[in-house]
Structures are given as C-alpha cells and as structure tokens.
C-alpha cells in the first residue's frame, strides 16, 4: 500500500487502493464486498466537494445462529495523510504504519475467519476519510444506525505495527486498547473482555494495556464514529508511538516491526473468533443481595448456552479471575464477598455483563 504516492482521500490514487483492497476481499471465498461511495465536502484538509468510496466485506454465518446474532466488526483506514506542506494531496504519503497497519490487520483477521466457523455475521471495513475528520467510519455509522445494523462490537485498529520510538522507547510486549467512560455501550466491557482473552488465549509475548479514555490527547479515530451513534466501538493501537513519523514522508515499511505487527493482527483475529461464536448475552444479570458471606448470582439463560463467572475487586480494572460454569442460570460462591468483588456473567466468548 506504501508504494502509492498517497492515498488521500481527495487524491485520485484513492479509488485505486479501494479497488486493490476490495480484489484482496474478493480472493476470499465466500466474501460478500460492497465498495460504499459516500461524498465528502470541502474543508481544512478537502479542496472540494467529491464522492468517495471505503471497502465493506461480509462473512454470513457459516454455522448455526442464534436469534438475531449481533455483527462482529474490525477494520483499519486505507487513507494516508502527509502535513508537512501546504500542498496535503499531492505530496508523499506512505501510511505504512497509519494505517497500512490496521488494513494488513483486517485482510489478514478476514482470511483466516473466512475459513473458520462462525455463528455471527463478519464485518471487515477499510475506511477512507480517517484523516479528514472519520468521515468513511462517520458515513458507515450513521448507515448502520439508519439501517438497523445489529453491530455488536467494532474494533478500530489504527497505528498497530511499530514498537519502538525516536526517544529509544521500545516495547513489542503489549498493544493499548482505548475505551470511553461511556455508559451507553459497552465498549469499556469489551475491552476488558480483550484485555482478559489475551491473557487466556492471545498470541505469545502479547499483552493488553487497557487505557480507560475514547482515544489519545488531540487525536481520533473511527471508533469514535461508532459510539456517536451508540454502538460499542474500541481502539487499538501500539503503546511507543514515533510522531515524527505520522503524517510525514517517514512513515515507511521499513519501520513497521512485522512480528509485532503479527500479534497484533493474531489478537484482532482471536477476539473476533471468539465474539462471533459466542451465544447471546446473558440478561437480567443480579446479585443477591442478601446479607450473607456468599455472592449469589441469577440471569435469564438461554437454553444450551455455556456461562462464565468473571469476578475482580472493586479497584481492579481486569477480570482477575473466572470459572467456567456451563448450562446454567446461577452461580454462587461460598465466602466470597459481594461487596468487595465485581462479578460479571458471560456467555462462552461473549461480552461479559455486569451483576447488579
Ligand atoms: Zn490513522
């Protein structure tokens, strides 16, 4: 992707990365791709108004589904920006890292999950417009609210593929995953969820740094598209970020660390493995709260539907321990207290909720 001149949204090599991006989708048996136009008008970094496409890729269930299963999503941003000059759509913008990360990422998670089973539908998505405000994940959230997408989860993976900086800060052992405190989705769950499931069953030598905030100081991302319009989004990217080289000429291959690049990419491929074979979430999750040295747990199950029991204390921000606790529609845990854990319920690979 970094062999174009750029790939700005406004510049005409665009279409051409879209149509590569879509033919990579297409190689994909059974990939259902939709190359969405939507227009972008003229702004700080737009010199006009013009129609613009982003690349959508749908995996149908291939194994039995549930009712209504949600939509797993994960995607990266094709577009790539150089502000070092006045002249943003012509000039050198090799985006290997921001984002020809994210997009390496995303084709890779949607071969191999091509080829797995999965009882939720797959969403891959290759935005465009990143750079000039999210406006392709802006563009696609706003559809799917309109359209009454069930979107389950969306993970953003954005500048994922380097591990060290200019200031000799190097770390290849760990991603950050944003979160917003945003009690309207549950997009800080999720990431727990990922944070938990890396250390279960991530890549070797991989771990979460959960950051509890929508995104970095002064930056964005097409998470932030999703949970405008309410629906459970996250954030991923690597913890030594060299700024130097985002939005410049120096954003080269030769600065993407591949095996770090690679965890990263197994992470997204797990975390959507597991979501999209999960049964649905379990509902009415409570505790009860009488007075006793038990916590007690009950939720309406779903016949069939495998559980866990996850439980942390109130300062700790990951699930620290859980039992798997099979077919059923309560838990109780002798001696251990109520008030001072946090206990959640998940069905087997879903989104832990909360008991309350
Ligand atoms: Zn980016």
């Given at each position: 992707m970094s062999s174009w001149n750029t790939r700005n949204?406004?510049?005409?090599e665009l279409f051409e990365v879209a149509d590569w991006v879509a033919d990579q989708f297409r190689s994909i048996p059974t990939a259902q791709v939709e190359v969405m136009h939507y227009k972008i008008v003229q702004g700080p970094r737009i010199p006009a108004d013009k129609d613009v496409v982003e690349v959508l890729a749908t995996f149908p269930p291939n194994v039995q589904a549930g009712v209504q299963p949600g939509i797993v999503a994960m995607g990266g941003h094709m577009d790539s920006i150089n502000m070092t000059g006045t002249d943003v759509f012509t000039l050198r913008a090799p985006g290997a890292n921001d984002d020809g990360s994210g997009v390496a990422a995303t084709l890779a998670s949607a071969r191999w999950m091509a080829a797995r089973p999965h009882s939720h539908p797959l969403l891959f998505i290759v935005f465009s417009g990143e750079e000039q405000g999210l406006l392709g994940s802006e563009a696609l959230a706003a559809r799917a609210l309109k359209e009454n997408w069930p979107l389950e989860a969306v993970l953003s993976n954005d500048?994922?593929?380097?591990?060290?900086n200019l200031a000799g800060q190097k770390d290849s052992g760990h991603v950050r995953v944003f979160s917003p405190d945003n009690s309207k989705t549950e997009s800080r769950e999720l990431a727990r969820y990922i944070e938990w499931l890396c250390r279960r069953k991530g890549p070797h030598g991989l771990r979460v740094n959960l950051v509890f905030r929508e995104d970095r100081f002064g930056r964005g991302g097409d998470q932030s598209s999703f949970l405008k319009y309410g629906f459970t989004a996250v954030r991923l990217v690597e913890v030594e970020e060299e700024y130097a080289h985002?939005?410049?000429?120096?954003?080269?291959?030769?600065?993407?660390d591949y095996d770090y690049l690679s965890k990263n990419a197994r992470l997204n491929a797990i975390v959507v493995d597991s979501l999209s074979n999960a049964g649905p979430a379990p509902t009415r999750?409570?505790?009860?709260?009488?007075?006793?040295h038990d916590s007690t747990i009950t939720w309406t199950a779903v016949p069939g539907v495998k559980y866990v029991a996850y439980w942390r204390a109130t300062t700790s921000p990951t699930w620290d321990h859980f039992k798997e606790i099979g077919a059923v529609d309560h838990v109780q845990f002798p001696m251990l207290s109520k008030d001072d854990n946090i206990f959640a319920i998940g069905s087997e690979g879903g989104i832990p909720v909360e008991a309350r």
């Open positions: 949204t406004s510049s005409p500048i994922i593929g380097s591990s060290e985002e939005h410049t000429p120096n954003d080269l291959p030769q600065f993407v999750v409570r505790m009860d709260r009488r007075q006793n």
